[in-house]
């Protein structure tokens, strides 16, 4: 299983942007996409999950309100848009897939992807 993510860089605070993640090399009925971000000096965090049907989604509350998680099944793609950016968003971000039901914790993802950075600053 391949994960690539991309759409990550440098914005204003304010700003937007669209973080997509490609997965490849694997077969299941059953899936969840997570996004994940990891800043300097602190732990990994979800930021937002769904399920491979779109039936379900999970926003974490540090970006509930301005992030929007989609799912395109027949490219395996997995968008996060984020909107009014915050200094705080800056981080590391990455996606993940796990087979099997929504899970929040990392460790129950199965596949990573390599990260793509987010840093918001003006």
């Known amino acids: 299983v391949q994960l690539q993510a991309s759409g990550g860089g440098l914005v204003q605070p304010g700003g937007s942007l669209r973080l997509s993640c490609a997965a490849s090399?694997?077969?299941?009925?059953?899936?969840?996409y997570g996004w994940f971000r990891q800043a300097p000096g602190k732990e990994r965090e979800g930021v937002s999950f769904?399920?491979?049907?779109?039936?379900?989604?999970y926003y974490a509350d540090s970006v509930k309100g301005r992030s929007t998680i989609s799912v395109d099944n027949a490219r395996n793609t997995v968008y996060l848009e984020m909107n009014n950016l915050k200094p705080e968003d800056t981080a590391v971000y990455y996606c993940?897939?796990?087979?099997?039901?929504?899970?929040?914790?990392?460790?129950?993802?199965?596949?990573w992807g390599q990260g793509t950075q987010v840093t918001v600053s003006s």
């Open positions: 769904i399920s491979e049907r779109a039936g379900s989604a």
């Open positions: 090399g694997f077969r299941s009925s059953v899936y969840t």
């Open positions: 993940a897939i796990r087979f099997g039901s929504m899970r929040y914790a990392a460790g129950s993802y199965d596949a």
